[in-house]
């Protein structure tokens, strides 16, 4: 396509992709963030599948619940953001301000709840080494309550490494995120976006919602199986 | 969605920007600027990874010698100018470390890519001029961590460029802490500015070509870029992760290449190769771009075979993500598994063959110029060959049992990487440093520096063979101690003399270089009579490059065209009523 449009018309600069150089950009940006989940999540599926007996069943370590309505809080961003997206390309600048401010702060309750998620793991004695000797699980652990497939919690150490370390890089994105956002946002309240230009928007919603997408993966596979 | 096409017009800047100092050289977001940080960089840490080379070298050659200067290194590397064992394997770890990461690959993708891409698609600069100064920016710091290392307590990173876990995963194993872990993140850190620039450069090659560059009128050195950078973007992201992973073993405490733990070893060779092999074609496959262009132009000939070696390289950088279990025949692989990826990796000499015979079909009958970067494209051409086929030797599942790990694939390694790459680079720097810098380099000294390099390359690298067939483990600190390889030592030494030669040699290189900078003689437009639009602007070229978008009429090799007067046809010139057959893409 790209060709066939410069061999009709030679002296027309056209873009080549005939999206503008931004949209591109991110769409490549995010191929390489693909990349970088997968040797995650794949690392995580290779040593899960080593380890059966270091992996608590579901609910018995993590908090579902929680973390289920983190993920709703999650999705709710998103369908925001599109919104944000259509109402600056509808040109009206008062829903734009409004649903970016909505996006940020649920994108910035999400990473609380995650951290406070953190804090209550890592109290409970569940850290990235591991189960931590003498804490609370280590003792749920002892008494068979854990279904562990291991007498020694020592082995399930990997768990731990797997659920901090992907759930952790994850939320460094939604962070990260998060602040491009706000930047987006205040962007927006100085009138900087229009019916005709609104590439700041619509390229952070698309990091939105590749960040979305990757946290609806990691709740199946870290949380519910 | 709806797709919003934002028309962005390229400004023609006629009027001359006077930017301030640090703006224009410092935090400079023009390409040109960036690539010339990119290039002062990376031939500073080539000459360090040489340096270390010298120093592995005197210790296989001369073992218990003082090494000369070596009083000068502390008591924890070198007592008496003896270099100890540790040391030794911080020295072979972080040769190839800085070689590979800090040297080739920067001098490849870093400084070619940044200069070449917009000046030969006809751009006034990258798609995101700030992101390019950010690549670099973020590269400097990385390369400080990594330096930092020598000078940390327990000496630097000493588990092999490949850093093979569990050694690399617990500083207790090695006795190496923190030099381990500044190493990791070191490469994360660089690992980002390599996909801010390939993002870059993708965008750039797909959005901002000048009209009429089609896909199939542009130089080779373009589309080995755009390939590249893809294998960039996607293969170094693997090497981030894992990279990560091991730094958070050995700082929080997880257990991921921990066997203890239930962390798996395997993993990080998996991982490091999955990355790593793809990597091997990134150090390779701009080489191979620039070389075309060189040989064509030396050749005053179409490239023989256009299409093909488009193909050739696309088939290469296909192949290499499913061949990264060659690397791991020796770790305990199913034998069916080694032989899939033995078949996989010897389809990879197909398109390579077709690249040599195309190269040599380009040079073939053509009015050969041996000018300096001729010289050393063709010698990449000769080097590849030999690299090319002793990687064979190591596909084979059988033969590799006995040469696996040993100085069979050293000499392998340099004959692709050396011989390859670095001559391919001596070819590039010396074809555009008359654009870069405005000043030809010293013809003389230039072919001096490529003999007496092509010999003591030889001299040094080819006896390597030997050494691995005889038995010599790569990684071997004091090969006197090993009565089977007594014979050998004449042979170390042989190679040790060869290449304290050939990193003197450089010297020449070094001085024609900077000499040049000042004492030069003034480089007109276009000095070797090339097609491309980076010899259609002034030497060096203005702000901005271009001051009206040229307009690409015809492929980039059109030499000797029947058309012209002269032997080369300009992609840019308009022949007006002219009939151009040549205009058909791939012709030669």
Redesign the interface.
């Known amino acids: 396509m790209a060709h066939a449009a410069f061999m009709e018309s030679p002296r027309d600069r056209e873009l080549g992709a005939g999206v503008y150089n931004e949209k591109l950009g991110i769409w490549v940006f995010l191929g390489s963030e693909v990349m970088f989940f997968t040797a995650l999540i794949g690392s995580y599926i290779i040593l899960r599948f080593a380890n059966p007996g270091a992996f608590a069943a579901p609910g018995e370590v993590l908090n579902i619940g929680l973390t289920a309505v983190n993920t709703f809080l999650l999705i709710c961003s998103s369908v925001t953001m599109v919104k944000a997206f259509a109402a600056v390309h509808d040109g009206d600048q008062r829903q734009l301000k409004l649903y970016l401010v909505a996006t940020v702060l649920m994108g910035a309750a999400f990473v609380g709840v995650q951290i406070y998620e953190y804090a209550h793991l890592l109290h409970d004695g569940f850290g990235p080494g591991g189960i931590r000797e003498g804490s609370h699980l280590a003792e749920r652990a002892a008494a068979g309550e854990l279904s562990l497939g291991t007498p020694d919690p020592a082995t399930a150490g990997i768990y731990g490494s797997t659920f901090f370390t992907m759930t952790g890089f994850h939320g460094f994105h939604v962070t990260m995120g998060v602040i491009c956002m706000t930047y987006v946002t205040i962007k927006a309240f100085r009138g900087k976006y229009s019916a005709t230009d609104h590439r700041g928007v619509e390229v952070i919603g698309l990091y939105w919602h590749f960040v979305d997408l990757v946290w609806i993966i990691l709740f199946t596979i870290v949380y519910l199986i | 969605?709806?797709?919003?096409?934002?028309?962005?017009?390229?400004v023609a800047r006629t009027e001359h920007q006077e930017l301030p100092f640090i703006r224009k050289y410092i935090f400079a977001t023009d390409h040109k600027i960036i690539g010339i940080q990119f290039l002062i960089m990376s031939l500073l840490f080539l000459f360090v990874g040489g340096l270390l080379a010298m120093m592995i070298r005197w210790q296989l050659g001369f073992p218990e010698t003082p090494m000369p200067g070596g009083t000068v290194l502390p008591e924890t590397m070198a007592p008496g100018g003896i270099l100890l064992p540790e040391f030794y394997n911080s020295l072979v770890t972080m040769h190839g470390t800085l070689m590979v990461f800090f040297a080739i690959m920067p001098l490849l993708v870093g400084v070619f890519g940044n200069y070449l891409i917009p000046l030969k698609i006809g751009a006034p600069d990258m798609?995101?001029p700030r992101?390019n100064m950010w690549s670099f920016w973020i590269a400097v710091p990385a390369g400080i961590l990594m330096l930092a290392g020598f000078f940390v307590e327990g000496g630097h990173a000493a588990a092999g460029w490949t850093a093979y876990a569990p050694l690399s995963a617990k500083g207790e194993f090695s006795g190496v802490f923190a030099g381990q872990q500044l190493w990791l993140l070191s490469l994360a850190v660089l690992g980002l500015s390599s996909?801010l620039g390939?993002?870059?450069y993708?965008?750039t090659?797909?959005?901002?070509?000048?009209?009429?560059?089609?896909?199939?009128r542009l130089p080779l050195s373009i589309w080995s870029l755009f390939i590249t950078a893809i294998l960039v973007?996607?293969?170094?992201?693997?090497l981030?992760?894992?990279a990560?992973?091991l730094f958070?073993?050995q700082t929080?405490?997880?257990?991921?290449f921990?066997p203890t733990?239930?962390?798996?070893p395997l993993?990080w060779q998996h991982?490091f190769w999955y990355f790593g092999h793809p990597e091997v074609y990134i150090l390779i496959l701009p080489a191979m771009g620039m070389v075309s262009d060189i040989i064509a132009n030396g050749s005053r000939k179409p490239l023989f075979g256009y299409h093909s070696m488009i193909y050739a390289l696309i088939a290469i950088a296909f192949l290499g993500w499913i061949v990264w279990g060659h690397h791991m025949f020796q770790s305990g692989m199913n034998p069916t598994l080694g032989m899939g990826f033995m078949v996989t990796t010897m389809l990879i000499a197909v398109p390579s063959a077709i690249k040599v015979f195309n190269w040599m079909g380009t040079m073939w009958r053509g009015n050969i110029r041996f000018h300096v970067p001729m010289l050393h494209a063709v010698s990449f051409v000769a080097m590849f060959v030999i690299g090319g086929l002793s990687g064979i030797f190591m596909a084979s599942t059988p033969v590799d049992i006995y040469i696996h790990d040993t100085y069979f694939i050293v000499a392998h390694i340099h004959y692709v990487l050396f011989g390859g790459s670095l001559f391919a680079l001596f070819g590039a720097i010396t074809f555009w440093y008359p654009k870069m810098f405005g000043r030809m380099m010293n013809v003389f000294w230039g072919r001096v520096h490529w003999f007496l390099t092509f010999v003591f390359f030889n001299l040094t690298f080819f006896p390597m063979h030997n050494l691995g067939v005889g038995g010599h483990m790569r990684r071997l600190y004091d090969p006197s101690e090993y009565e089977f390889l007594q014979p050998l030592a004449g042979t170390n030494r042989f190679i040790t003399v060869s290449a304290l030669l050939l990193f003197t040699v450089q010297i020449i290189f070094a001085l024609n270089f900077v000499i040049s900078l000042f004492k030069g003689k003034r480089a007109p437009e276009n000095p070797w009579d090339d097609n491309g639009l980076e010899w259609t602007v002034p030497s060096p070229p203005p702000h901005g490059n271009f001051v009206t978008?040229p307009?690409?009429y015809r492929p980039p090799y059109e030499f000797s065209s029947p058309l012209v007067e002269e032997d080369h046809l300009p992609q840019d010139r308009d022949l007006g009523q002219k009939t151009d057959p040549a205009s058909a893409p791939g012709t030669g």
């Open positions: 969605m709806a797709t919003t096409a934002i028309p962005h017009e390229p798609a995101f992101l996909i390939a993002t870059n993708i965008t090659i797909v959005n901002l070509r000048a009209p009429g560059m089609t896909w199939f973007l996607l293969a170094i992201p693997i981030s992760g894992a990560i992973m958070f073993d929080i405490g997880t257990h991921f921990d733990a239930g962390g798996q993993l991982l978008t307009t690409v």
